[in-house]
Nanobody
Framework: QVQLVESGGGLVQAGDSLTLSCVASGLTFSRYALAWFRQAPGKEREFVTAISWSGGTTFDGPFVKGRFTISRDDGKNTVYLQMNSLKPEDTGVYSC??????????????WGQGTQVTVSS
């Protein structure tokens, strides 16, 4: 059974940094592209960033603008999301996803339950 478990969320102030982690089990981690999505209250889920199975390719959603960095540690079956210069509009539930194909959308096969990030002004 595949599981993705996120951690690291919390309440921070605008301008702060936060690092999220997502640990995967039940799959050959190094063969999967990984992504982070987020969902704000009352809004649809949106793409944040993704990384290829090799780690050699990453791309971000338009609002990231260099503030967030995705990375992976295949030895730990973990994908990270380093978030800097956080803004109140970054508030939401952040979920990780794993899939065979790197893309912006919802084609990822496996999803975590998410971790809440709240940014106060």
């Amino acid at each position: 059974q595949v599981q993705l478990v996120e951690s690291g969320g919390g309440l921070v102030q605008a301008g702060d940094s936060l690092t999220l982690s997502c640990v995967a089990s039940g799959l050959t981690f190094s063969r999967y592209a990984l992504a982070w999505f987020r969902q704000a209250p009352g809004k649809e889920r949106e793409f944040v960033t993704a990384i290829s199975w090799s780690g050699g390719t990453t791309f971000d959603g338009p609002f990231v603008k260099g503030r967030f960095t995705i990375s992976r540690d295949d030895g730990k079956n973990t994908v990270y999301l380093q978030m800097n210069s956080l803004k109140p509009e970054d508030t939401g539930v952040y979920s990780c996803a794993a899939g065979e194909h790197l893309d912006y959308g919802n084609s990822y096969e496996y999803w975590g339950q998410g971790t809440q990030v709240t940014v106060s002004s």
